[in-house]
């Protein structure tokens, strides 16, 4: 069981970045996927998650209206497009599964890839 997150890098302001997280040996599509930031020395926060029975959509109020996260259940992939980036952007993100729903902290995932570093600079 692993899941890898990649796309991160460097953003100007107002730029973008699409990040992507894959799973191996299992199937992503039944478990709710959540992605996270940290910053180091602050605790981690929940950007977005999808649910597993009906794509349901969640996000951080500091993020919406700019982060899209999305399924290719065929590729056994989720997304976060990542629009308008800003500075306080910056982080370290993660994608994470739950087996049951989206609760709006990390409590309860418990499958975690290493993490893409985003960097929003100019």
């Known amino acids: 069981v692993q899941l890898v997150e990649s796309g991160g890098g460097l953003a100007q302001p107002g730029g973008s970045l699409r990040l992507s997280c894959a799973a191996s040996?299992?199937?992503?599509?039944?478990?709710?996927v959540g992605w996270f930031r940290q910053v180091s020395g602050k605790e981690r926060e929940r950007v977005s998650c999808?649910?597993?029975?009906?794509?349901?959509?969640y996000y951080a109020d500091f993020v919406k209206g700019r982060f899209t996260i999305s399924r290719d259940n065929a590729k056994n992939m989720v997304f976060l497009q990542m629009n308008d980036l800003q500075p306080e952007d910056t982080a370290q993100y993660y994608c994470?599964?739950?087996?049951?729903?989206?609760?709006?902290?990390?409590?309860?995932?418990?499958?975690w890839g290493q993490g893409t570093q985003v960097t929003v600079s100019s």
């Open positions: 040996g299992f199937t992503l599509e039944n478990f709710a």
């Open positions: 994470a599964t739950h087996n049951l729903y989206c609760p709006p902290h990390s409590i309860g995932f418990d499958s």
């Open positions: 999808i649910s597993s029975s009906d794509g349901s959509t």
